[in-house]
């Protein structure tokens, strides 16, 4: 059985299973837009990527196509991986605003501000509605068509499927259809209705201190703490410790 390191914790998992498995086990919240249980990993989104290695010869990498692997050392909320992962949030903002699930992920990790020009349209390419199609339906009746730029989900030729059963599960698992509170016609184009402008923990580390879900503070300081020189922390949470008692 593999054993590995994720944010300091030693833990042992079955082979075969992901290092975005494994840090659900223990309880790390790590985002995602493409993966789903049930369906084969697809590593489309890349906002579950993880920093692989230790200093200074470290690499970034998606924990849901990850295999967990003997001496992996994994930090999932490093300085480096939120600031890919704003990134990332930032490009699906500006590529689907009217997306709540969107807009709450974009809050909870501290966008600010979108310096793309907003394009409003509905789909991210993440390939959930096909693979559920596919792989729990049995139905097949939507794929990709096209490459590139012109990319897009559409049924066979255009024409509605003779295997499609009405069923619904694509618009079920999409993450864009979920309109925004502020509806489809909303003024701003990032939400940031959710953000927590108090938070009540230390900023001045450089992986999250815990990992509460919903997080109270911890995650949302982040993207202050570059303008912030590291410091001793009074209170921080043991490494060793995945029980959550602060020490």
Known sequence: MPKLTINGIPVEVERGTSVLEAAQFLGIPVPTLCHEDGLKPYGACRLCVVEVGTPPRTKLQSACTLAADDGLVIHTHSARVERARRLLLELYVATCPQSKTIQDLASRYGVREVRFSPKSEDCIQ??????????????????????GARRKVMSPFRQQSETCRHCGACMYICPVCELRCHGPQAESTLCSGCINFAPACLAYHDDAMCFLDPCAACELPGPFRKDVAPRPVAASLSPADPSGTRK
Request: charged share 20%; aromatic share 10%; hydrophobic share 45%.
């Open 126 to 147: 993440c390939g959930k509605c096909v693979r559920i199609c596919a792989e729990q339906m049995m139905a097949g009746a939507i794929g990709f068509a096209y490459r």
